[in-house]
C-alpha cells in the first residue's frame, strides 16, 4: 500500500512557540487530508487539500501542499494548550477508496 | 461525531474468544471503514464498505471479518481473539462530494485481549 512519512513523531513547545509538522511521500498524490486527534479521543477532520502549491488557513493553522504534490504540512503559529493531541495527514489511496494515515506528530504544550 | 456511535465502548477478551463491535451511522452515506490504532502508529484501515453487502480488506486485514447486511451497519467480528489485536478500534463514515472528501470517525472502541 502507499506510504507517507510524518515527521516529527514529538513536539514539546513553550505555549506561544510556532509548531510544524511535515507529511513527505514518494509518489505524487491526489489530495492530503489533516486530522486531529485529543488525547483519548477520536480523529476530527480538519482539512483537505487537493491543487498543487495549495494553501489553507483556518485562524492560527496554516496548511501547505507541495508544488510537486507529494508532501504537505501544517503550520500552528503562537501554540495554545488547546492545540494539545496528535495531528496526522492521511493520504487517498490508488482506488479511491482506500485512506492510509501518517504515524502522526503529538504535540504537547507547556502552558 | 456526525451520527457514528460504536458499541461497546470498551471490551476485555480472553484469547480464543469471539466479539463482534458495531458501527452504526443515522445517516445514508456509502463509505464505511474500520481501523485500528495502536501506540505510537497512525490509523491503519481493516476493512471497508462502499455500500450495502459489500466489503473489501484494507491493509491489515488478517484475523478479522464484516459484514454490510444493512446500509447504516458495519460489523467488524473477531473469531478467536489474540493479544495482538489489543487496540483502539475506530468506525469512520465518509462523505465524498466534488469539492469535499471527509471521514467522520466514532468514539471508538477500546480492546483488550489477554
Known amino acids: 500500500g502507499q506510504q507517507v512519512m510524518q515527521i516529527p513523531q514529538y513536539q514539546h513547545v513553550q505555549e506561544g512557540e510556532d509548531f510544524t509538522t511535515y507529511c513527505n511521500s514518494s509518489t505524487t498524490l491526489s489530495n492530503i487530508q489533516w486530522y486531529k486527534q485529543r488525547p483519548g479521543g477520536h480523529p476530527v477532520f480538519l482539512i483537505q487539500l487537493v491543487k498543487s502549491g495549495e494553501v489553507k488557513k483556518q485562524k492560527r493553522l496554516t496548511f501547505q501542499f507541495g508544488e510537486a504534490k507529494k508532501n504537505s504540512s501544517l503550520h500552528i503559529t503562537a501554540t495554545q494548550t488547546t492545540d494539545v493531541g496528535t495531528y496526522f495527514c492521511a493520504l487517498l489511496g490508488g482506488n479511491f477508496n482506500k485512506f492510509y494515515f501518517g504515524s502522526g506528530t503529538k504535540l504537547n504544550v507547556k502552558p | ?114
Open chain 2, 1 to 114: 461525531n456526525a451520527g457514528v456511535t460504536q458499541t461497546p465502548k470498551f471490551r476485555v477478551l480472553k484469547t480464543g474468544q469471539s466479539m463482534t463491535l458495531l458501527c452504526a451511522q443515522d445517516m445514508n452515506h456509502e463509505y464505511m471503514y474500520w481501523y485500528r490504532q495502536d501506540p505510537g502508529m497512525g490509523l491503519r484501515l481493516i476493512h471497508y464498505s462502499v455500500g450495502e453487502g459489500t466489503t473489501a480488506k484494507g491493509e491489515v486485514p488478517d484475523g478479522y471479518n464484516v459484514s454490510r447486511l444493512k446500509k447504516q451497519n458495519f460489523l467488524l467480528g473477531l473469531e478467536s481473539a489474540a493479544p495482538s489485536q489489543t487496540s483502539v478500534y475506530f468506525c469512520a463514515i465518509r462523505l465524498a462530494g466534488d469539492s469535499k472528501d471527509t471521514q467522520y470517525f466514532g468514539p471508538g472502541t477500546r480492546l483488550t485481549v489477554l
